[in-house]
């Protein structure tokens, strides 16, 4: 899951929302960063973690996963992350009874008001997370392969990433399906999470 589904599926309290993307600049065991987060960003903080588990081992998922060409394979999870952020843009009114755009607009503001509050990283990507609009423009097909082409040139090692979006052409219909199946049963496991796990 990349930062639109994580924050979507996080509730609507702000320490949680910055929770859901802060756990993306956060690494170690939760015990330390409590000491550095209150409550609500450690609920969100482990709640994306837990999400981020239950979507490896989805069967639905690795079937998308299969999907791909072995060449492109081993970037499975990279290719499948941001391709369900766009899903989930097109998807949204399955999912959601709120406007996608309002929600986005809520996301960058409590970005601006809780600046301070964030690690030094994302603190210094949330003006380009908003500039770029990266939330609102994966719903657009063609910006997934600039972003896979970006992906692929920050990484060390030579790399296939970029070509993926081929794969990602020839699978489309396959792969929406599998989303629209998976989705529903993360946001369920979401919610039992949310019911037996809350502080």
Do not use: C
Request: charge should be positive.
């Amino acid at each position: 899951m990349n930062y639109l589904a994580h924050l979507f599926l996080a509730s609507e309290e702000p320490d949680e929302r910055l929770g859901s993307l802060i756990a993306d600049f956060t690494r170690g065991r939760l015990q330390t960063l409590a000491k550095d987060y209150p409550p609500g960003v450690m609920w969100g903080i482990a709640l994306h973690r837990q999400v981020d588990r239950f979507t490896d081992d989805n069967p639905w998922v690795v079937q998308s996963r299969l999907r791909i060409a072995a060449p492109y394979r081993r970037y499975s999870g990279i290719i499948l992350d941001i391709l369900y952020d766009h899903f989930l843009s097109s998807y949204w009114s399955e999912f959601s009874g709120q406007d996608r755009q309002s929600f986005i607009q809520d996301i960058y503001r409590l970005l601006d008001r809780r600046r301070n509050d964030l690690p030094a990283r994302l603190r210094a990507l949330a003006p380009r997370m908003q500039r770029e609009d990266w939330l609102g423009s994966y719903a657009e097909f063609e910006v997934i392969g600039q972003v896979y082409q970006r992906m692929s040139q920050r990484m060390r090692q030579p790399n296939r990433l970029a070509g993926a979006m081929e794969e990602v052409r020839r699978h489309y219909p396959e792969l929406a399906q599998d989303f629209r199946q998976f989705f529903p049963e993360l946001i369920v496991f979401v919610q039992q999470q949310e019911r037996r796990n809350r502080p």
